[in-house]
Structure formats: C-alpha cells, structure tokens
C-alpha cells in the first residue's frame, strides 16, 4: 500500500527521514533549489505551510518506508507546477503509480487545466519522464526547461498504451490518500 501523508502531519523523524533522502546530492542537483537544507530551515518552511492554502506538499509512504515526496504549487486558478522526488531505490512501479494518480487527481478532482514541470536542462531522464506522460517543453533555458501539459492532452495520453499498462499495474499499488 502507498501512503500520502501531508508534510505538515509528519512527526520530527519523518521529517528527517524525508530531508534525508531530499539532501542526496544526485537529488540535490536535479531540485531548483541545490542547496542542502538544514532541519530548522525545513521545519521553519514546513510552518509557512500551514497558512499556505496553494501548495501541496506529501511524503511518499510505501509499506510504512518514506521513499518521497511529491508537491502541487498553484500558480493561479487553473495553472499548477508539479515536482516530485524519490529515494533511488524505490521501485519504478511506486513512482509511475504514484505520479499517475497524482497527475489524474490535479486534473480530476483540483479543477487544474495545465499543469507546469521545471525541470534542470541537464536532468535528461526527468525530461525524458515528462516526456512520457505527455509534458511538452514551452521555454528552455541554460538551466531549466519549462513543460507543461494541458487537460485534454493528459487525457489523451491515458490512452495510450504504455500509459494504460502502467494504469493496470497500479492496481497492485493501492494509495489511501489523507485529503487532497
């Protein structure tokens, strides 16, 4: 079972846990942000989220093991930026359910219309990823490339057949979510 736990519910040693994995320098580096990022300057971070109603923060939860974290910004009524990462060793099947079902909730259930990826030029399997799920880029830079990916091309991209493969094997994969 996959668990989506709100960061602002997590208890101290989850949050070290997920600042663990999050301070990885190969995660570090893919992160708009590749600074590592100290406990208090988390927790201080964690406390403007409180009062934050546009952005939506969850840690990852696989059988009980953080393994991530995944976030929607929203940029104005109908536009939201979307990122997540992952501890390396989590299983490609967690993260493609996790981000397929979050994807479909933006869409579905949040009133989303375009959802935006930026994403570090040189970090070609996120791209690549993006890619997959139907994110196309809108502006590029030395270092970001800006994708997004509207409503009715996610729909479409549903689909497809790698995409209806992955939908299947999801249903291995439960996910209790707390509110989104």
Request: charged share 20%.
């Amino acid at each position: 079972m996959i668990h989506l736990k709100n960061y602002t519910d997590l208890t101290a040693q989850e949050h070290q846990d997920l600042l663990n994995i999050r301070n990885l320098t190969t995660i570090r580096n893919a992160s708009t942000n590749i600074e590592e990022i100290d406990f208090t300057d988390h927790i201080r971070w964690i406390e403007s989220l409180k009062t934050c109603s546009g952005k939506i923060y969850y840690a990852v939860f696989e059988t009980n093991t953080l393994c991530g974290g995944i976030h929607l910004i929203q940029n104005n009524d109908e536009t939201a930026t979307w990122g997540i990462f992952f501890d390396p060793n989590t299983s490609v099947w967690v993260i493609a359910s996790v981000t397929l079902y979050f994807i479909d909730r933006c869409f579905n259930h949040l009133g989303v219309t375009t959802l935006q990826s930026h994403i570090r030029t040189n970090n070609i399997p996120a791209i690549a990823f993006n890619r997959q799920l139907g994110f196309k880029p809108f502006c590029e830079s030395d270092d970001f490339t800006l994708m997004q990916l509207d409503e009715m091309l996610w729909s479409a991209q549903k689909e497809k057949k790698i995409l209806k493969n992955i939908l299947q094997y999801a249903t291995h994969y439960p996910i209790n979510l707390e509110s989104l």
